[in-house]
């Protein structure tokens, strides 16, 4: 089971760490994506983590959002920074056993954290 949490409310150019719990599971042993979804739009890639901790994050993400894990505390987390208010949306953690961007290769999946950025 993956539990997203540390969504909330910031301004435009603020800064939010998420963190995906894993519990029954070490997050070592698979990969590890987030994704998102702002209100009336398709769930999109934002980044992952492989087993081996190689990193990919979305092309337009890259220099403002960075995933990373703490084995020891079984966690990953997503910093963002210098957000704007089109990061606005459910941002939710998901697990595969394939290092990939697709939604639909992760098979298990977080409730989501809500992520608003006020302009």
């Known amino acids: 089971q993956l539990q997203a949490s540390g969504g909330g409310l910031v301004q435009a150019g603020g800064s939010l760490r998420l963190s995906c719990a894993a519990s029954?599971?070490?997050?070592?042993?698979?990969?590890t994506g987030w994704f998102r979804q702002a209100p009336g739009k398709e769930r999109e890639f934002v980044a992952a983590?492989?087993?081996?901790?190689?990193?990919v994050t979305a092309d337009s993400l890259k220099g403002r959002f960075t995933i990373s894990r703490d084995n020891a505390k079984n966690t990953v987390y997503l910093q963002m920074i210098s957000l704007e208010p089109e990061d606005t949306g459910v941002y939710y953690c998901?697990?595969?056993?394939?290092?990939?961007?697709?939604?639909?290769?992760?098979?298990?999946w977080g409730q989501g954290t809500l992520v608003t950025v006020s302009s």
């Open positions: 998901a697990s595969s056993t394939m290092f990939s961007r697709q939604s639909t290769r992760y098979d298990r």
């Open positions: 983590i492989s087993r081996t901790a190689l990193t």
């Open positions: 029954g599971r070490t997050f070592n042993s698979f990969a």
